[in-house]
């Protein structure tokens, strides 16, 4: 009788443990998720490609944004530096930074590049979607105009973007 008495308090403290680490789990995962909730804003949302255009991207069918997606990560693809150039012109970066004299020149002929090539991306992504637009026949593009004017008032009252066709 008297050699069985320890085993209780040995389970009794492993059960303890588990249901403290079960209940620390469950804990985390509901305040991950209330989390994610509250914070899921539209403004704290990492842009996409099919964001990029605003109220005019968000008026496109499914179709075209997938077929102007594509046609842009293609043509992108064909010009954009390496990621060794553009680790290259970073390290130039942090070298010209710890210059002493600072070197502004070198740094703003980063910022430089960086400002032509995301001046060329929206260049590129506008030319994509005129092209688009040209092949819309007078029907596709008065609903196409339909869906934009929707979209521009519900920018305008503060609501978020509606996608059109969306599968």
Do not use: C, W
């Not at 680490?21 to 914070?39: D, K, T």
């Not at 010009?79 to 004299?101: H, K, T």
């Not at 703003?108 to 092209?131: C, F, V, W």
């Amino acid at each position: 009788m008297t050699s069985q008495t320890p085993e209780k308090p040995r389970r009794r403290g492993l059960l303890r443990i588990v249901l403290f680490v079960s209940l620390a789990l469950n804990l985390l995962v509901a305040g991950a998720v209330v989390g994610h909730f509250l914070n899921d804003r539209p403004d704290r949302r990492v842009p996409r490609v099919d964001r990029m255009g605003g109220p005019l991207t968000f008026a496109l069918t499914h179709e075209d944004r997938h077929a102007i997606g594509q046609a842009l990560r293609r043509e992108y693809r064909k010009d954009r530096p390496s990621r060794e150039e553009i680790a290259a012109d970073y390290r130039d970066v942090i070298g010209a930074l710890r210059a002493n004299p600072f070197d502004a020149a070198r740094v703003q002929a980063s910022l430089d590049r960086q400002l032509n090539a995301a001046t060329d991306r929206i260049a590129l992504g506008q030319r994509l979607l005129m092209e688009r637009i040209v092949e819309m026949s007078a029907e596709d593009r008065a609903a196409f105009a339909d869906r934009l004017e929707e979209g521009v008032q519900r920018m305008a009252e503060g609501k978020p973007p509606r996608k059109y066709d969306r599968d």
